[in-house]
């Protein structure tokens, strides 16, 4: 009998509804995987040395670098095309796709690279490592102007890096008016994640315990921010097995 057996009723689920909870299923499965591939990033990364990682943070940015001067490149070239009578004007302040992503990423490579060399060295991001950084972007910017590029400022490199200092140093201060929250809490998320213990990210920022304060960490400080007995014991155990954390502790005492 149609829709009948055995004196029971069979029970028939709508297509549409098994194909979203299918594409639901999908997108979970997806983000756990993306999820996880990023936990994996981040205990790969705390781990290595301040050389690996700083190589590693100088190709990634780098890398977006060039995408974003491609991409300007591309959309200036588009544009005098779209706009023939300004062509001139639009060829002078901007150059070819491939010389728009070689400034962009000299720039911001360089830029980040010195900001995260500085700022593991000093244990700290203040407005000397923003203009720091900003000096050597300030340089190469102008370096790189020089091979090829169409609008070129006539100054000197170091001029030009001491005019990019005093802008980044402009920038740190007016953002650190807005938000006084230390921002390097890269290393310090990837260990919650790593543990599990994502939750208690508030009570480390709350307690400004960002990554340089990690091999200072005792039972005492973690009760003083909320973080419950189970977790500390975690977190505890976890700097006393972190090579890493273990050789700035020792560098910390050397020094006192």
Known sequence: MDG????????SIPKDNYNNQLMINHLQTISRKLTELGNGYCNWFSKQSILVQATVVTTATGIHGAAMGGIVGTVAQ?????????????????????VEARMF??????????HFIMGNIRGKDDVQTRMAAG???GVVCKLVARMGYPCVVPINEAVMGVVCALIGGVIFQLGRRKSQLPVEYTRTKCMLSNLGLENYEKNFEKGLLTDITMPLLTGSILKEVGVPPGPRLLILDHIENDPELQKMRQGRARRN
């Open 105 to 114: 990423a000299a720039v911001l490579g360089t830029h980040a690279s010195i």
């Open 78 to 98: 588009a544009a005098a095309h779209v706009f023939p009578k300004h062509s001139l004007a639009i060829k002078a302040k901007f150059a070819s796709p491939m």
């Open 4 to 11: 009948e057996e055995g004196g029971g009723e069979m029970v």
């Open 135 to 137: 000096f050597g972007a």
